[in-house]
T-cell receptor, first 116, second 112 residues
Framework: DTGVSQDPRHKITKRGQNVTFRCDPISEHNRLYWYRQTLGQGPEFLTYFQNEAQLEKSRLLSDRFSAERPKGSFSTLEIQRTEQGDSAMYLC??????????????FGPGTRLTVL | SQKIEQNSEALNIQEGKTATLTCNYTNYSPAYLQWYRQDPGRGPVFLLLIRENEKEKRKERLKVTFDTTLKQSLFHITASQPADSATYLCALDGGATNKLIFGTGTLLAVQP
């Protein structure tokens, strides 16, 4: 399978615990995005990497959230001291810049986080 | 701030009819607009991209229009099938990093 993969698919944790999610993008894609989606809403942008550089972070990304893409390949998203409001689907997407600037994004299946 | 609105209620249509979904946006002038399909428990899947200088784009049974004066895009599925039942998301290009700004989505249900 050459698509975007995410691990784990589901995570249940207790409030206050730390969690880490992994995303493996399509291998030739240099752009990687993290989004968060809650029930009945569209995905909301969290952060963007071009190769290994984190170039944009949303104000939604509090200081409890940190993301890395150490070698410009896979990425991790860590949430420290989880809160119930962090419960959501976390989606990863990758892309490469299109010929005319278009940016079709390929999404992974997501990691569903439930904070008890 | 940027705001994107899609049909808030679910759209129910009969198989074989044309489904038309609406995406309206304010406070923004995107370089392009995209439509995605999302099935329950899965990530969005790209369908079509239309640029600001394009009025219409087609792909098989799908057609997208983009009116930058009205700040509106229409998404059409002709000869709809029950397999087309899903949530359809409109997304705008969000600037230099090309992050996507999504609407809330419209749930389409095609009845056999």
């Amino acid at each position: 399978d050459t698509g975007v993969s995410q691990d784990p698919r589901h995570k249940i944790t207790k409030r206050g615990q730390n969690v880490t999610f992994r995303c493996d993008p399509i291998s030739e894609h240099n752009r990687l995005y993290w989004y968060r989606q809650t029930l009945g809403q569209g995905p909301e942008f969290l952060t963007y990497f071009q190769n290994e550089a984190q170039l944009e972070k949303s104000r939604l990304l509090s200081d409890r959230f940190s993301a890395e893409r150490p070698k410009g390949s896979f990425s991790t998203l860590e949430i420290q001291r989880t809160e119930q409001g962090d419960s959501a689907m976390y989606l990863c997407a990758s892309s490469s810049k299109g010929l005319a600037g278009g940016n079709e994004q390929f999404f992974g299946p997501g990691t569903r986080l439930t904070v008890l | 701030s940027q705001k994107i609105e899609q049909n808030s209620e679910a759209l129910n249509i009969q198989e074989g009819k044309t489904a038309t979904l609406t995406c309206n946006y304010t406070n923004y002038s995107p370089a392009y607009l995209q439509w995605y399909r999302q099935d329950p428990g899965r990530g969005p899947v790209f369908l079509l991209l239309i640029r600001e200088n394009e009025k219409e784009k087609r792909k098989e049974r799908l057609k997208v229009t983009f009116d930058t004066t009205l700040k509106q895009s229409l998404f059409h599925i002709t000869a709809s099938q029950p397999a087309d039942s899903a949530t359809y998301l409109c997304a705008l290009d969000g600037g230099a990093t090309n992050k996507l700004i999504f609407g809330t989505g419209t749930l389409l249900a095609v009845q056999p």
